[in-house]
């Protein structure tokens, strides 16, 4: 059985559903005995949901004007291909 | 705001190629919040703008070589992650980009007894769901610190997962690292954020 350090170690892939089948019954059977770890793992998920309700999470909105004013740019460049932009 | 449903990839890319100014318009105002999103994660707000802009042209520039190995969509993050690090690499000579392979532990190895079990486990919080943690002015000022202090890496990891919600196999291609670099990236970043809300709980 995993100990405490490996349950938070592998914490993501265990609520991702990234782990390996194999270790699954393992890492689930340390949550039903360890209260603590299912402490960690619990505090884990509202982690995860709070960042994705948190304030950053938000893209920029993008106004209309911008998304107009980068087509023109966009256009610009397509029409001068000698111009070539910094290579990235 | 509420775009109209972006066309196919399929009835997009050939309008693209063609220089379709509408569909120019369509893929701006659906990806560049995005793609701007991403960039500040990466670089930071004051270049991201920027950094987005020039991604487009480079969008634009790769267009006829897009082999179509995945999205349009996760194509051309990954080509802003590209412009992003490139202007990293370009300010500063001592970037740590993402930290992926350090060995620091998940959790402070002193909470731990010689066994590898607890002896310093997690206390209660006194919220239990998002919208009461984040009813906290501290609480979102303290998460938004904790975004902040990671490596770009990280931070855009977390971005692209928790935030704009893609799959782990298109994050590990618009950022170029392997599948269990990727994973690594991500626990490490939401783990320093779940510190950062338990030490602030825990008081
Ligand atoms: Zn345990």
């Given at each position: 059985m995993p100990s405490c350090k490996d349950i938070t170690e592998h914490g993501s892939d265990y609520l991702d559903r990234h782990m390996p089948w194999w270790k699954r019954p393992g890492y689930w059977m340390h949550l039903l005995v360890c209260v603590h770890c299912r402490r960690y793992i619990e505090q884990l998920r509202l982690t995860i949901e709070t960042i994705g309700r948190s304030p950053d999470a938000a893209p920029p909105v993008v106004k209309t004007e911008e998304v107009q004013q980068i087509v023109q740019q966009l256009k610009q460049s397509a029409k001068k291909p000698a111009n070539k932009p910094r290579d990235i | 705001m509420a775009n109209p449903p972006l066309p196919s990839d399929d009835e997009l890319i050939p309008r693209l190629l063609a220089s379709d100014e509408n569909a120019y318009t369509q893929v701006v105002a659906a990806y560049h919040g995005l793609m701007v999103h991403l960039a500040r994660a990466i670089v930071?707000?004051?270049?991201a703008d920027e950094v987005a802009q020039e991604a487009w042209v480079a969008v634009l520039r790769a267009l006829p070589k897009?082999?179509?190995?995945?999205?349009l969509k996760t194509w051309i993050l990954r080509i802003v992650s590209n412009t992003a690090k490139s202007r990293l690499r370009h300010e500063s000579r001592?970037?740590?980009?993402?930290?992926?392979?350090?060995?620091?532990?998940?959790?402070?190895?002193?909470?731990?007894k010689a066994n590898a079990h607890w002896a310093n486990p997690p206390a209660m919080w006194h919220a239990d769901t998002p919208d009461a943690l984040l009813a906290s002015t501290e609480l979102r000022r303290c998460i938004h610190e904790a975004l902040d202090a990671l490596p770009p890496l990280q931070r855009a990891a977390v971005t692209l997962r928790?935030?704009?919600?893609?799959n782990m196999e298109d994050i590990c291609k618009v950022l170029e690292v392997s599948e269990s670099n990727g994973r690594v990236l991500l626990h490490r970043a939401r783990s320093r954020i779940q510190q950062a809300i338990e030490e602030l709980e825990e008081k």
């Open positions: - | 930071g707000d004051a270049i897009f082999e179509r190995r995945s999205s001592t970037v740590n980009l993402g930290d992926a392979l350090e060995e620091t532990p998940i959790v402070d190895p002193s909470r731990f928790d935030m704009q919600g893609l």
